[in-house]
């Protein structure tokens, strides 16, 4: 083999060996810098997450403030006492009445919310909601079968004109409380009568309103859970705080056609007496908001 031969071999050799360990270089630098970039994202989304954990703990903070601190408030205490006494003066329709109530009620139930619910809830299909308790019938008939209004804009209804000691109240107190649940943003806000446990008034008017939370058809709802928990707080059951709020996650709520909500309330309490349960229906769209954010 010639001189010339094994240095053109060798320069080869070189070449090849230069060009091995420069891949090498190139595809160990390749994963380093992918480490690193992984490292650096997976350090950036950790950040968002316990940024976006921050931000809905105090979201939820200033909920808990708010629900106790307007539980408190001379207005809410006066609604709950009047649309209370209002409710319970009513006395239930008999006769010819009674049947053409629970008629049109029955076909609403029929036709405007069982359809709506099996297209969203198709689980709770069979179930009867409709209420069992006459005044509770009499009082959805007025707000919400007989309502001109369609499904979703119930609210509009401020007095039906029928004259009762309820529906006065309800058209002085409703627009304040409707300009309340708006300006937040809560999805309704519920009175319940702290004894019975009937749900005396609402703003968005769906198939909970007038129903008892302690025997009504929506009594193993997650509403009827965090009054039962402020009502026992309040008896000193559990250690809870007698006049702090308590909170229920989100799950399916069937007057709400199904969707996904979560609840808090607190104690309206006068001289010392529980009088009624403020609740909340949390917002899930500003928490939605909240945790799609970047």
Do not use: C, W
Not at 8 to 19: E, F, P, R
Not at 115 to 127: F, I, M, W
Not at 192 to 211: L, Q, R
Not at 251 to 270: D, H, K, L
């Amino acid at each position: 083999m010639g001189i010339r031969s094994l240095r053109v071999k060798l320069t080869v050799l070189l070449v090849a060996v230069s060009v091995v360990a420069a891949g090498v270089t190139a595809l160990l630098a390749l994963v380093g810098g992918s480490n690193s970039l992984e490292d650096a994202a997976l350090d950036q989304l950790t950040a968002l997450r316990e940024a976006k954990g921050d931000h809905i703990e105090d979201y939820f903070d200033v909920i808990h403030q708010q629900v106790e601190r307007f539980s408190e408030d001379l207005m809410v205490v006066s609604a709950m006492k009047e649309l209370k006494a209002g409710f319970f003066a009513t006395e239930p329709a008999g006769g010819e009445e009674r049947q053409q109530i629970d008629a049109e009620l029955q076909t609403f139930y029929d036709v405007e919310f069982e359809p709506r619910l099996q297209q969203t809830a198709p689980d709770v299909v069979g179930v009867d909601f409709f209420p069992p308790n006459p005044t509770a019938r009499d009082f959805q008939h007025t707000f919400i079968a007989a309502n001109e209004n369609p499904v979703g804009s119930k609210d509009l209804l401020i007095d039906p004109g029928d004259g009762s000691t309820y529906s006065q109240a309800h058209a002085l107190y409703h627009p304040l409380l409707q300009r309340f649940q708006r300006s937040f943003g809560y999805y309704d806000v519920f009175l319940i009568d702290a004894e019975t446990g009937h749900i005396v008034y609402s703003v968005f008017k769906e198939v909970d309103f007038g129903t008892s939370l302690n025997r009504g058809p929506h009594r193993g709802s997650g509403l009827a859970d965090v009054f039962r928990a402020v009502r026992d707080a309040r008896a000193g059951s559990g250690g809870a705080d007698p006049n702090g709020s308590a909170l229920i996650d989100f799950r399916p709520y069937a007057p709400s056609y199904g969707a996904p909500a979560s609840f808090i309330a607190a104690p309206i309490v006068e001289a010392g007496e529980l009088i009624g349960v403020l609740a909340f229906q949390m917002p899930i769209d500003e928490i939605n908001a909240i945790m799609t954010s970047l």
